[in-house]
């Protein structure tokens, strides 16, 4: 079967939705049928994205709509790197759930909820329309409210409650940055809006709708003075969530949005200092909260909150070099954290704790965990030749490439870098003393390892880590690559959705519009 | 113009109500605030001084007038129906929070720190 470009896009969101909404209908025929349906549907988006893999890039106008008109999906580099990454993930962690989620009743819920997740994220990162891209922001946002919720225990719903709230306030930021750039320039297609915006006289609206975006986005990215939600959702949600949220969401609905409109988008000047400023403060402020943590899953999360630091400084510094880098690394911490949340969720179901302190030897009852986590664990302090390491020093040169820019001041960010990493070493070493090494405390004498889906999508990870990172003279050229350069080439961006600018005035007089 | 303070205005006051209010029904009806300014704004950025409905008419067809902008309308309809999903979603959390803790005040809702 060979179908055009225009015909996979909008499979990529439809095929999870449809999902969705099946699930409840099929579970009524049979138990397992749930399941069964969310792996399909996770094994057709791997085969949609291996399907766009070779092609190049290319829109599809929905309903027949030429734009500015109607609604469009765009696949671009960027666009190609955040659907493999949201499908490998969600794939792995499609199969950890088969067997982790047994022990929670309301099955049926959960996998709709993370469908629904999916096709929203995947509708993010694809569209091409401002108010679309908000709709299917508020269509992960909502279905991840409710999976944080899931266990309905107290610190679950706290945790659910305030994610909300903070949530709820930045969709609404976003919304009033949407109704005020619309007034600018009376579209919402994001390329005719780009187009309008480099047209037109600088504006001080702009930077007005700047700051909201960077607020709104910012708040569900997890960015440091945004951050207070993070560290209690992702730890409370069941663990293929916190996977979920920490590897995927927080990425394409945050970081995606953010470099989409600030380098497609927005005409700006000094958005790179603020991305730099935000990126360093995240990154050093969220690593030393970590360090002090012994719930093993919340200092998961507020590595996390680091780690995006180092995705924004690199893409707030705007050269080739660091921004290849903060995508690399987007999706390097996008594979490893998904995967030591996974491991902290299989600790917890065998063990039943989360206690650092209460842990301890597990590397004889539980290899396979205990060996992925420690890929993970060397792969986020950026040990050679793991896949953090190299992104991590993309970063860092790129950081230190920039004194031709910055002035001096790049050593001292360079240096801050370093030293973060090094930190981050540390609170490593300290999960693995702790929970892998030592003595098994005699409670835990009758650990068994997790089931064999569980270690098999864990292993599947742990390779994904190796190869990143051994492969990474293949993955840049690849997959890094062509995303930098969607990303960094504004015309191209406005010139793939839109006709040239003759045709354009023709087409808005009513003149000839047949193709 | 005085419009335009006006939602400004009552955008202040839903963010106040989500970030000082310790009642959780508060912060949801402060958050609903915030959800009716931001749509109002949207309808006030569509509207054009003097303008009508934008329903072609014969009346229209005589005397072409100037007429609102009728996207935002439709977006704010899409805005609402997701609103109401935020509220659904954030009243039901009210109820189970009530029901585990026997509160609804945030500052004895505080397991979680750190």
Redesign the interface.
Same mark, same amino acid.
């Given at each position: 079967m060979d179908l055009t470009l225009a015909q996979l896009l909008p499979l990529f969101v439809a095929v999870p939705l449809l999902a969705a909404f099946l699930i409840p209908l099929v579970r009524r025929v049979h138990e397992q049928a749930a399941e069964g349906l969310s792996l399909v549907a996770g094994v057709a988006l791997l085969v949609l994205c291996v399907q766009v893999w070779g092609r190049p890039a290319g829109t599809c106008h929905m309903g027949g709509w030429q734009p500015p008109f109607g609604i469009n999906l765009i696949l671009d580099g960027l666009s190609k790197l955040m659907v493999i990454l949201i499908a490998v993930v969600s794939a792995c962690v499609i199969v950890y759930a088969l067997t982790y989620m047994k022990r929670y009743t309301a099955r049926g819920p959960f996998y709709s909820l993370l469908m629904l997740m999916i096709a929203g994220m995947n509708g993010v990162v694809l569209s091409g329309d401002l108010?679309n891209l908000y709709?299917f922001l508020?269509i992960a946002a909502?279905s991840s409210?409710?999976l944080v919720?899931f266990g309905?225990?107290?610190?679950e719903?706290?945790?659910?409650?305030?994610y909300?709230?903070l949530g709820?306030?930045a969709?609404?930021l976003i919304?009033?940055g949407i109704?005020?750039l619309?007034?600018l320039t009376?579209t919402?297609n994001l390329a005719h809006m780009a187009r309008i915006l480099a047209g037109g006289e600088p504006n001080r609206l702009v930077f007005f709708v700047a700051a909201l975006f960077l607020g709104g986005f910012g708040l569900k990215a997890a960015l440091v003075p945004f951050h207070a939600w993070l560290?209690?959702a992702h730890p409370?949600a069941p663990a293929p969530i916190s996977a979920m949220l920490s590897g995927l969401l927080i990425k394409a609905l945050g970081v995606y949005a953010l470099v989409r409109l600030f380098y497609n988008v927005l005409p700006l000047e000094g958005a790179s200092t603020a991305l730099i400023a935000l990126g360093i403060l995240s990154m050093v402020i969220g690593v030393f909260l970590a360090v002090g943590?012994w719930d093993f899953k919340?200092l998961l999360a507020y590595h996390s909150i680091s780690q995006m630091g180092y995705v924004l400084l690199g893409i707030g510094l705007g050269t080739p070099l660091g921004l290849a880098g903060g995508l690399f690394h987007l999706v390097n911490h996008g594979v490893f954290k998904s995967l030591l949340f996974l491991c902290s969720g299989s600790v917890e179901r065998s063990t039943g704790t989360r206690n650092l302190k209460e842990l301890g030897g597990l590397w004889k009852p539980m290899p396979v965990t205990s060996a992925t986590c420690s890929v993970a664990s060397l792969s986020i302090s950026g040990v050679p030749p793991f896949n953090g390491f190299w992104s991590k020093l993309i970063i860092i040169i790129a950081t230190a490439q920039a004194a031709t820019q910055l002035g001096p001041v790049a050593y001292v960010l360079a240096a801050v870098t370093v030293l973060v990493s090094f930190m981050t070493l540390v609170s490593f070493v300290k999960v693995q003393k702790y929970a892998l090494f030592g003595a098994l405390p005699e409670r835990l004498a009758r650990v068994r390892e997790a089931s064999t889906a569980m270690c098999l999508s864990l292993v599947l990870l742990a390779v994904l880590c190796i190869g990143l990172g051994v492969g990474s003279f293949w993955a840049l050229p690849k997959l890094v690559h062509p995303a930098r350069d969607a990303a960094r080439d504004r015309v191209g961006y406005m010139e793939r959705v839109l006709p040239a600018p003759e045709i354009e005035r023709m087409v808005l007089a009513g003149g000839p519009a047949d193709e | 113009m005085i419009y335009y303070l006006l939602a400004a205005g009552l955008?202040a006051v839903g963010?106040y109500a989500?970030l000082v209010k310790r009642n959780?029904i508060k @912060?949801v009806m402060g958050?609903l605030i915030?959800?009716y300014?931001?749509n109002l704004? !949207?309808i006030l950025?569509a509207y054009r001084t003097g303008g009508q409905a934008p329903i072609v008419t014969e009346q229209m067809r005589v005397s072409p007038g100037p007429f609102v902008?009728p996207?935002?309308q439709a977006?704010i309809l899409?805005?609402i129906v @997701?609103g109401l999903?935020?509220v659904a979603?954030?009243v039901t959390?009210?109820l189970? !929070?009530y029901q585990?803790?026997g509160t609804l005040d945030t500052s004895h809702?505080?397991?979680?720190k750190?």
């Open positions: 108010f709709v508020e909502i409210y409710a919720a309905t225990q107290e610190e719903l706290e945790a659910a409650f305030k909300l709230v709820g306030v969709s609404s919304l009033f109704a005020l619309y007034s009376g919402l560290p209690d409370s943590q919340r | 955008l963010m989500v959780l @912060i958050m915030i959800e300014a931001v704004m !949207l950025v902008d996207l935002p977006l899409t805005s @997701i999903a935020l979603l954030m959390l009210c189970r !929070l585990r803790y809702i505080r397991r979680l750190g």
